[in-house]
């Protein structure tokens, strides 16, 4: 699609949301020229900031359809998008490799039998005598462990990686309102946004990207769209130098969906539940190491020192993630459930592609 210097130029977007989705889709609009503006109440505190950051793009066990077109997008925009960033934080990377165990053989066998229907995705099959489920059945007193090792997907740090995005967009001068936007309305030639400090925004595309918030700023009664609260928690242990080294595990792997990131000999983090509800459960250390029979002694809430939590938004009616177009100049991109983080390339390139067609 041809769209003039001058439409580009003049065109000016409001990007309501300042997760790593609002700010991927700021990054890639403001490099085709537009003027960007972000809007959000709380853009040093979103669910993004409570990732864990896990990129499962190849052991994504579907050859087919929507989601797992979006996933082959963002793995091959991943690496391009890195070394784009490195501009402005050399250390930004994604920490490879990515390794999902399980102790159920029917989850096992159906695991082996994908890597060996995928040979070009790079996975490895890990039984029970590989030195890496050696380590990591020893420290976890665990039976049973056996899983793939993808060399492909890893993990991104999320707080690194928000920071990355916030020196681009400073570097660019975006502009950031820190205000939330409560009431849309379409005029004849732009739309105007209205914010809680009665501040009024003129733009000629506004982008959703606020989570659960979004919403609020549809009329339900023209677009269907449903969300529902999907709130994660992590919790970090933390151990004395005498009780365990954990050097000898992975940085990060999964055990039966329960995700580990080891963050140094001493320290790990554990996430995350899935609760369909905006107030946290009080059983979160149960739920997070119910795959255990007998606990390590170190795996014990004496030992937690931090617990976070994050509320995210998962499609009612639809697949996630929701990438649409409601109406002339308003866009949504929303409900990415867990996969904010992994999909956010591909969400910008629709998002550059789509913009383009509201301009017209």
């Known amino acids: 699609m041809t769209i003039s210097k001058k439409t580009f130029k003049n065109a000016h977007i409001l990007i309501v949301g300042s997760g790593i989705i609002g700010k991927f889709n700021a990054l890639e609009l403001s490099k085709q020229g537009f003027k960007i503006t972000i809007a959000d109440p709380q853009k040093s505190k979103n669910s993004s900031s409570a990732a864990l950051g896990l990129l499962i793009g190849n052991m994504y066990q579907k050859s087919k359809g929507r989601s797992w077109k979006l996933r082959t997008k963002s793995n091959e925009l991943w690496p391009k998008w890195i ?35 995928h040979p070009e995705r790079d996975l490895k099959v890990l039984d029970r005598d590989s030195t890496i489920i050696q380590h990591i059945s020893k420290i976890f007193n665990v039976v049973n462990l056996k899983g793939i090792l993808s060399n492909q997907d890893g993990r991104i740090d999320p707080i690194s990686l928000l920071k990355t995005l916030n020196i681009y967009l400073k ?31 003129a733009s000629d595309v506004i982008v959703l990207c606020n989570s659960l918030e979004s919403i609020k700023l549809i009329d339900l009664s023209c677009h269907n769209i449903q969300l529902k609260p999907v709130l994660g928690q992590a919790i970090e242990i933390s151990l004395s130098k005498r009780e365990i080294d954990l050097l000898s595990l992975p940085k990060h792997f999964s055990i039966n969906g329960k995700n580990f990131l080891r963050t140094n000999k001493n320290r790990m983090i554990i996430g995350s539940t899935d609760e369909y509800q905006t107030n946290p459960k009080k059983n979160t250390f149960e739920e997070l190491t119910d795959f255990l029979d007998n606990k390590p002694l170190w795996l014990n809430k004496n030992n ?20 649409k177009s ?35």
């Open 171 to 201: 570097d660019k001068k975006i502009n950031f309102i820190n205000d939330e936007i409560i009431k849309i309305t379409k005029t004849k030639n732009q739309w105007i946004s209205t914010s809680s400090n009665k501040l009024e925004i």
């Open 83 to 117: 070394k784009f960033l490195q501009q402005y934080n050399e250390n930004l990377n994604i920490e490879k490799p990515l390794i999902q165990l399980t102790t159920d053989q029917a989850k096992f066998e159906k695991l082996s039998k994908f890597v060996s229907h």
């Open 304 to 323: 937690i020192t931090d617990k976070w939590f994050g509320i995210r938004s998962r499609p009612d009616n639809e697949p996630s993630p929701i990438l």
């Open 326 to 360: 409601l109406e002339k100049g308003l866009i949504l991109c929303t409900g990415f459930y867990k996969n904010g983080i992994l999909l956010a390339p591909a969400c910008s390139n629709w998002l550059s592609n789509e913009v383009g067609k509201h301009l017209l």
